[in-house]
């Protein structure tokens, strides 16, 4: 999460422009998260309608990002 003394460089100077950068980064990280997390809902749900129950660890790679999720 961005704080408000990130918009300021080193010297205390505003930098929107690495202010900006930052925030787009953690956006896109947040909607990953969410992709993931709505998919693990996805899967539990899924089992519960079928009547089976996820035992192990569940692994994922995402396409998009390379990302494995544990």
Not at 27 to 51: G, I, P, V, W, Y
Not at 57 to 64: Q, T
Request: hydrophobic share 35%.
């Amino acid at each position: 999460m961005i704080a408000k003394d990130d918009r300021k460089n080193a010297e205390g100077y505003n930098d929107p422009t690495a202010y900006n950068a930052i925030k787009n980064v953690e956006q896109e990280q947040d909607k990953d998260d969410m992709r993931f997390h709505q998919l693990l809902n996805t899967l539990f749900s899924l089992c519960e309608l079928a009547d089976f129950h996820i035992e192990g660890r569940v692994v994922l790679k995402d396409k998009r990002t390379g990302k494995v999720w544990r």
